[in-house]
Protein backbone atom coordinates (compact mmCIF):
# COMPACT_ATOMS: atom_id res chain seq x y z
CA UNK A 1 0.00 0.00 0.00
CA UNK A 2 2.25 2.45 1.06
CA UNK A 3 4.80 1.58 -2.04
CA UNK A 4 2.23 1.79 -4.49
CA UNK A 5 1.48 5.30 -2.76
CA UNK A 6 5.14 6.43 -3.23
CA UNK A 7 5.15 5.27 -6.65
CA UNK A 8 1.59 7.25 -7.08
CA UNK A 9 3.29 10.04 -5.78
CA UNK A 10 7.13 10.02 -7.78
CA UNK A 11 4.84 9.59 -10.91
CA UNK A 12 2.79 12.52 -10.18
CA UNK A 13 5.56 14.90 -9.46
CA UNK A 14 7.09 14.26 -12.40
CA UNK A 15 4.26 14.65 -14.52
CA UNK A 16 3.51 18.15 -12.52
CA UNK A 17 7.41 19.22 -13.09
CA UNK A 18 7.33 18.02 -17.34
CA UNK A 19 4.06 19.71 -17.42
CA UNK A 20 5.15 23.00 -16.02
CA UNK A 21 8.00 22.84 -18.24
CA UNK A 22 6.51 22.50 -21.31
CA UNK A 23 3.80 24.89 -20.72
CA UNK A 24 6.96 27.93 -19.82
CA UNK A 25 8.38 26.72 -23.08
CA UNK A 26 4.93 26.42 -25.53
CA UNK A 27 3.96 29.96 -23.94
CA UNK A 28 5.37 33.13 -21.71
CA UNK A 29 4.48 32.20 -18.20
CA UNK A 30 5.97 34.24 -15.62
CA UNK A 31 9.73 32.80 -13.84
CA UNK A 32 7.49 32.65 -10.55
CA UNK A 33 5.22 30.44 -11.94
CA UNK A 34 7.93 28.12 -13.25
CA UNK A 35 9.62 28.21 -9.83
CA UNK A 36 6.24 27.01 -8.09
CA UNK A 37 5.66 24.39 -10.73
CA UNK A 38 8.94 22.79 -10.68
CA UNK A 39 9.17 22.75 -6.67
CA UNK A 40 5.87 21.45 -6.02
CA UNK A 41 6.96 18.46 -8.82
CA UNK A 42 10.31 18.37 -6.76
CA UNK A 43 8.88 18.03 -3.61
CA UNK A 44 5.97 15.18 -4.74
CA UNK A 45 8.53 13.13 -6.26
CA UNK A 46 11.07 13.53 -3.43
CA UNK A 47 7.80 12.38 -1.11
CA UNK A 48 7.33 9.60 -3.21
CA UNK A 49 11.16 8.18 -3.38
CA UNK A 50 11.72 8.96 0.75
CA UNK A 51 8.51 6.54 1.31
CA UNK A 52 9.73 3.99 -0.99
CA UNK A 53 12.90 3.99 1.15
Do not use: K, N, P
Not at 23 to 49: C, H, K, P, R
Request: proline share 0%; net charge positive; charged share 5%.
Amino acid sequence: MLYSLARALQLIGLIITFTIVILFFDSSYQMGFLLIGTITGVVTFYAGWLLQR
